[in-house]
């Protein structure tokens, strides 16, 4: 089995500290579950306080990730809080969460994708999840977006109603 553990963790672009620890196939409810956790000991960057900062507890977070094959994937991940220099603790997320809670942001991209191409509904119908869901990825995804625009130096703005 650490052979497919490895496949994994290269194929979910996962690198230490953080590794596949399990990994599980329900072929009844077409579901892959992996399990993904740190090396104890680890120590992570914190990105309000300098320095590599101890884990004080843990918070297990499940993700939706891309299928595999037709099957649903989704990611059990280990997510550590640290304890910081001021006293408080703060939970430490991987790169690879997510901008919208519950997805990683490889099943954010290609959802965020296929928007910009069809409807809410028909990109809901195709990734499994609800209207909902699929809006507030892209709602999230374009204020980003848009906390990233300088627009200091808009003096004008036009509207084509027609296109």
Do not use: Y
Request: charged share 25%; proline share 6%.
């Amino acid at each position: 089995m650490v052979g497919t553990k490895r496949l994994f963790e290269q194929a979910l672009g996962i690198a230490a500290p953080w590794s596949v620890k399990e990994v599980r196939f329900d072929a009844a409810a077409l579901q892959l579950t992996i399990a993904v956790d740190f090396a104890a000991g680890s120590r992570f960057a914190h990105p309000a306080h300098p320095g590599q900062h101890p884990v004080h507890d843990t918070q297990t977070k499940r993700l939706r990730h891309l299928n595999f094959f037709q099957h649903d994937c989704h990611l059990e991940v280990r997510v550590p809080r640290v304890r910081l220099p001021d006293g408080k603790v703060a939970l430490i997320e991987p790169e690879w969460f997510g901008k919208l809670a519950g997805f990683t942001l490889l099943f954010e991209a290609p959802v965020a994708a296929l928007a910009r191409e069809m409807p809410f509904a028909a990109v809901a119908r195709l990734v499994g999840e609800s209207w909902h869901r699929v809006h507030a990825i892209c709602e999230r995804d374009v204020e980003l977006a848009l906390a990233e625009l300088d627009l200091s130096e808009v003096r004008a703005l036009a509207i084509d109603d027609t296109s």
